[in-house]
């Protein structure tokens, strides 16, 4: 499989604040690969400087062989790239349904109004309520379902479990693998790498604003003390 | 909405205008500084503001531009219709600029004020901007004359013309400060000394836009006439409104006490047609305004209303006044000033009274219709020139303890 | 049992029609709040330059018909337009770069730039104003009973409701509103979901000053076409708003019928009062509810 996505030498600053210190990772065309590391490692920061909303960045970000840096955030978008924020960014101001439809269609092949509700059955009992009036679970499945809708294939999805109960997280988890059948490919920002073991292919250590380390999903079992050491859990 | 702003933005607009008010260029240490302060920006601005300071400006340039061998200035200032504004203007000019006499003072509370700053400082005022004739009257000073027309002037000008016409019952529409209840007072005292009532009056404040409630008002009190005591643009969007609402086609009657030329041009012939109004000066009276108003309107592109042409007037006068007094003393320039009948072409038949009343000839004017001018600027027609005697004749007598009897 | 009322009230027919008076100047407050609190919601700017642009919008309308002949009702089209168009120069070459920048410093560029262009226009063409007539379809009234209604004023309410409520339904109803509505939100997200947010932006900014183009026109034939009538409306304008709630439409639109009702009754019972009856008014919603009537807390 080729890379869909391939990051070299990532640098970004928030002000005078340099956060991430020249990041270097490829996530292949179908995959999904996680972003492990503990708080304050630049996870986060490496899924919107990929996005071109973090501050200043330098260094190389290559979706589909076209260089994203020094393009804006709306074109980075419209070239095939969906964004999940951490915070899920579900508008307060706009009904459950003009959450989904908000972001515009960048290219063909997105899944229909119809299948979005067919995976989120609940959204579509509540597609007249205010967004933030979902429980936190239901705003989860509606900030990673409106971005399905546009026809992105690479879905940069930051901590999508954080905070919910371990059933919403098994189902989030049948979504992601879902998606992965689908031909999504998907890069995931994750604290919790049991959660992320059971649907990623492959995870990346990041530490001090640099990837680290390089894990195959398959390896992790013979990895975990390295891992342990790594995340410090 | 923003506390820091609204804490800063009074005390900026006064730093602002009191730049402005230095303001006036290289300054010579030994010259005679006349001031002008007025009305440059609101809604005053038209029937002074900066022409009168182009008129005080000719008549600087016709006495020479300088007397007893020193040259003349003229300084202008924006006193914004503000009493507290003017009179920190005022106090710097008198006492740090040199300034020997301050002109034009439209808008009566801004007179009154700076009236009071002269007292105290001793210096000259020549109004002609400000109506109140409370500045001739209680408040009056001794080195203070109002030079072109008062509310007492304009109450037995138009007032009295309305009543002689059968306009025995008023409603007044009143600017809400010194100069509106000065003119309802004095228009009150005339309407009623000619057999008149009044049967309502209410106080608008300053710069409204809309005057359809109280126009709504004036028709339900039933008077045939409804007095406008108010000027500038507050008369023009009172008349144009009447208008609209169909006072006058409804049997009610608009009498607009202080009506300036500018007024009537801005609002154009087919709104205005009819009106009477009281004036002390027209461009069109004879060949010396025409020639006059000639070389201000190309200047200004404008012809000059009684407040731009009474500042030229006034500085003349002032300014041969202290060549004859050899002095710019004070006292002895006001004492030569009032030595002399003052006539020129703008001023005519005057002499200026102890309480600083300058009492000369006032014009009746009506409005032409439409089909009646020949040109942009043709706008009157004299109805009667009433001699200043009767024109500045108050009712009620005078309270100024100069001449209080 | 409160008969002692009717000793101090006009008559009933007075003051219906002093009501209707007061939602005549409601409709301008409307239209005016309206455009301010659409700039305030998206650009999180306190556009003082609003009184400006109502005036350019009256003196467009002037200039149409004095230089081309053009009459009321293409001024009605052309004006906003053209405004509108010198609203999003301004917004291009000088708003775009107080971005994220603290209330103050939008206010004070506008605020200089409100000074500028009435200084500009006080300078060519004084301060006591143009005339401007009613357009003939619209001259005369109907006597109502109560009152003698001009034609134009019956006018310029219906049309301001009309265009409230429109403005209203394409914020809440439409998919541009909501583009509009989330932006307001969380612009950066809106962005990264492919909007070109800076171009909503310019043009959210030019249609705020439409409005305020549109309500100059409306005015032109009622007061006169004059530099200084922005300046005076401005300030009750934006003690409007406030009272609305900063950026919320519905508040900005129910404020300004309503205050105009308010300052129409003032005019009756305490005249000397009625231009500072709103900002009273706008000192008390602050004490009790800083966000305004329908603003939603910080």
Not at chain 2, 307 to 326: D, P
Request: hydrophobic residues 50%; charged residues 15%; proline residues 4%.
């Amino acid at each position: 499989m080729p890379d869909l996505l391939a990051v070299d030498g990532l640098h970004a600053w928030y002000g005078e604040s340099h956060v991430l210190h020249g990041v270097d990772f490829v996530v292949r065309q179908g995959e999904l690969a996680t972003l492990l590391g503990r708080n304050g490692a630049g996870k986060t920061t490496t899924l919107r400087a990929i996005m071109g909303i973090a501050g200043r960045r330098r260094g190389s970000v290559r979706f589909a062989g076209a260089e994203l840096i020094g393009l804006p955030s709306n074109r980075i978008a419209r070239m095939g790239v969906g964004y999940c924020p951490e915070e899920r960014g579900v508008f307060a101001s706009l009904s459950v349904e003009e959450n989904l439809l908000l972001p515009p269609p960048v290219r063909p092949g997105g899944l229909s109004l119809d299948e979005i509700y067919t995976i989120f059955p609940n959204l579509l009992d509540r597609r007249r309520s205010q967004g933030t009036k979902l429980s936190g679970g239901e705003q989860q499945m509606l900030a990673i379902a409106r971005i399905l809708r546009t026809g992105a294939t690479l879905l940069l999805l930051d901590e999508p479990t954080e905070g919910l109960a371990p059933v919403i997280v098994q189902q989030i988890g049948a979504v992601l693998r879902s998606l992965k059948e689908r031909g999504f490919t998907m890069l995931l920002v994750e604290q919790n790498f049991r959660f992320a073991a059971t649907v990623a292919d492959r995870h990346y250590i990041v530490e001090h604003g640099r990837v680290i380390d390089a894990i195959d999903n398959a390896a992790l079992a013979a990895n975990e003390a390295k891992l342990h050491d790594y995340l410090g859990v | 909405m923003n506390g820091r702003f609204a804490a800063v933005l009074p005390a900026a607009l006064l730093a602002a205008a009191l730049l402005v008010a230095g303001g006036a260029g290289a300054q010579s240490p030994d010259a005679v500084r006349i001031g002008v302060l007025a009305d440059m920006s609101s809604l005053y601005a038209d029937l002074g503001g900066p022409g009168s300071t182009v008129a005080v400006q000719m008549a600087v340039d016709d006495f020479g531009g300088s007397v007893l061998g020193k040259k003349i200035e003229v300084v202008s200032a924006d006193h914004q219709n503000k009493p507290d504004v003017a009179s920190s203007i005022a106090r710097q000019w008198f006492d740090e600029k040199g300034v020997q006499m301050i002109t034009d003072l439209t808008t009566s509370s801004v007179a009154l004020a700076v009236q009071e700053v002269a007292r105290a400082d001793n210096k000259v005022i020549l109004v002609n901007g400000a109506a109140s004739s409370d500045l001739t009257g209680k408040a009056c000073a001794p080195t203070s004359v109002h030079w072109t027309y008062d509310t007492v002037s304009l109450a037995n000008g138009t007032g009295a013309a309305v009543v002689k016409a059968g306009g025995d019952s008023w409603f007044f529409i009143t600017a809400d400060y010194a100069f509106g209840h000065a003119l309802e007072r004095d228009t009150t005292a005339v309407v009623e000394a000619n057999g008149g009532k009044v049967l309502g009056a209410v106080n608008v404040p300053l710069n409204t836009a809309d005057f359809s409630s109280f126009l709504l008002q004036a028709q339900q009190s039933k008077a045939k006439i409804i007095g406008l005591a108010n000027a500038g643009g507050d008369a023009i969007n009172s008349i144009k409104q009447a208008a609209e609402f169909g006072i006058v086609a409804g049997g009610q009657k608009l009498a607009g006490l202080l009506v300036f030329v500018s007024d009537v041009h801005s609002l154009g012939l087919q709104t205005a047609q009819g009106l009477q109004l009281t004036e002390a000066f027209y461009w069109d009276q004879d060949d010396k305004t025409r020639a006059w108003s000639k070389r201000f309107f190309d200047k200004t592109h404008k012809e000059p209303t009684m407040v731009q042409a009474g500042n030229y007037s006034a500085t003349m006068h002032y300014l041969e006044a202290v060549k004859a007094a050899g002095s710019l003393d004070s006292a002895a320039v006001i004492k030569e000033l009032k030595s002399k009948p003052i006539d020129d072409f703008i001023i005519r038949n005057g002499h200026i009274h102890d309480d600083g009343s300058l009492v000369h000839d006032m014009y009746l004017y009506e409005v032409k219709k439409p089909t009646e001018s020949t040109a942009e600027w043709d706008l009157y027609k004299l109805i009667a020139t009433i001699p200043g005697d009767q024109a500045f004749k108050r009712p009620r007598g005078n309270e100024c303890p100069a001449v209080k009897g | 049992m409160f008969s002692w009322l009717h000793i101090a009230m006009p008559p009933a027919p007075a003051l219906f029609a002093q009501l209707l008076v007061g939602l005549i100047n409601g409709s301008f407050y409307a239209l005016l709040s309206l455009g301010l609190a659409i700039i305030f919601g998206l650009l999180n700017i306190i556009n003082f330059a609003h009184g400006a642009q109502y005036m350019m919008g009256a003196f467009c309308a002037w200039f149409l018909l004095d230089w081309w002949g053009i009459g009321y009702w293409p001024a009605l089209v052309i004006a906003p337009f053209a405004v509108g168009a010198v609203g999003i120069a301004i917004e291009r070459l000088l708003l775009r770069r107080l971005a994220g920048l603290d209330h103050l410093y939008g206010l004070l560029l506008t605020f200089g730039l409100a000074l500028v262009i009435e200084g500009l226009f006080r300078q060519r063409y004084g301060s006591s104003g143009l005339p401007y007539t009613i357009p003939a379809e619209l001259i005369g009234g109907k006597n109502l009973g109560f009152m003698f209604l001009p034609v134009y004023r019956g006018w310029v309410v219906v049309f301001s409701l009309t265009v409230c409520l429109a403005t209203w339904f394409v914020i809440e109803r439409t998919r541009l509103g909501a583009l509009l509505r989330a932006a307001t939100e969380n612009a950066t997200l809106v962005q990264a979901f492919g909007i070109d947010v800076p171009r909503l932006v310019t043009l959210t900014y030019g249609a705020g000053v439409a409005l305020a183009a549109l309500a100059g026109v409306l005015a032109a034939p009622i007061y006169q076409v004059s530099p200084l009538m922005g300046a005076n409306i401005i300030i009750v304008v934006f003690a409007v708003v406030v009272i609305g709630g900063m950026g919320s439409i519905l508040g900005a639109i129910v404020s300004g019928f309503a205050l105009g009702l308010i300052e129409g009754l003032t005019k009756v019972f305490y005249p000397e009062a009625s231009n500072t009856i709103i900002f009273v008014i706008m000192a008390l919603v602050l004490l009790v509810k800083p966000a305004g009537l329908f603003g939603r807390a910080a």
